[in-house]
């Protein structure tokens, strides 16, 4: 049994669905990423997952429970995280404030989940009385992604999670979500790099034009032509 499993995901704004039809599923202590070129249906599909869309057909299930029409507040408490691109940490708050935001929803105790993730995190353990706005833009996605460890999920979703970042904070936040799908957690990533999606992760999905184009182990993915699928030509 996946640990998640989407089953023909349709999902739009408006009447007229943006992603069609899209399968993917993911597994414990794997990373699954997700490319393709802008306008694919990405970002679409992450929030179809967690209750931003709903979906307007289709299925998605969390160790094979249902959670398609589970409030999105609640979806957090199925094991099912997500870190959005942008503005996700509260700046105000201290990065243990942040972490404890993040514990509110947590199925084990909160403040021993607490020092598991700052064990991982070491900087932000360094930093837990600093106020979010204070650290730079890597360490703030790494709190977010911190924070979303809280609820010890099962599935991570991350949308974007080293965009703007510097080369070298790129590596940090992959070593993170390489070490996180290593704790037994299924990562699914979207990533814009071609290359560093093949080479961090284990299953790989390309989408065009709202539709899960092709997927494979990332071995499988770097041997077809690349370009000629996100140009839609193959
Ligand atoms: N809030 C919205 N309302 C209406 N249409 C939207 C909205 N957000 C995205 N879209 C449209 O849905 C389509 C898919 O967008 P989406 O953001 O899912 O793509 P993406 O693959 O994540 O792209 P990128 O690589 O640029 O992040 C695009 O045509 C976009 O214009
Ligand atoms: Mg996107």
Avoid at 69 to 92: E, M, S, T
């Amino acid at each position: 049994m996946p640990a998640l499993s989407a089953e023909a995901v349709t999902a739009g704004y408006g009447r007229s669905p943006i992603i069609n039809e899209i399968s993917l599923t993911a597994e414990l202590g794997t990373i699954t990423t997700i490319i393709g070129p802008n306008g694919a249906g990405k970002s679409t599909f992450v929030k179809s997952l967690i209750g931003i869309l709903r979906p307007m057909s289709g299925k998605v299930k969390v160790n094979d429970v249902d959670i398609t029409k589970v409030p999105g507040h609640r979806i957090a408490g199925h094991g099912l995280v997500y870190v959005p691109q942008n503005d996700n940490v509260f700046k105000r708050l201290t990065v243990r404030e942040n972490l404890e935001v993040g514990g509110f929803a947590s199925r084990s105790d909160p403040t021993a989940r607490m020092g598991e993730v700052l064990s991982i995190f070491t900087d932000l353990a360094k930093a837990v009385d600093k106020k979010a706005g204070f650290l730079s833009g890597g360490q703030q996605n790494l709190l977010a992604i911190a924070r979303a460890l809280m609820v010890d999920p099962t599935v991570i979703l991350l949308d974007e999670p080293t965009a703007g970042l510097s080369p070298a904070y790129t590596d940090v936040v992959w070593a993170q979500i390489e070490r996180i799908s290593n704790l037994n957690t299924a990562a699914v990533v979207v990533e814009q790099n071609v290359e560093r999606a093949l080479g961090h992760s284990d299953f790989v999905h390309i989408f065009v034009a709202g539709r899960n184009h092709v997927h494979g182990t990332a071995a499988e993915i770097a041997a077809l032509d690349l370009p000629s699928i996100f140009l839609g030509r193959s």
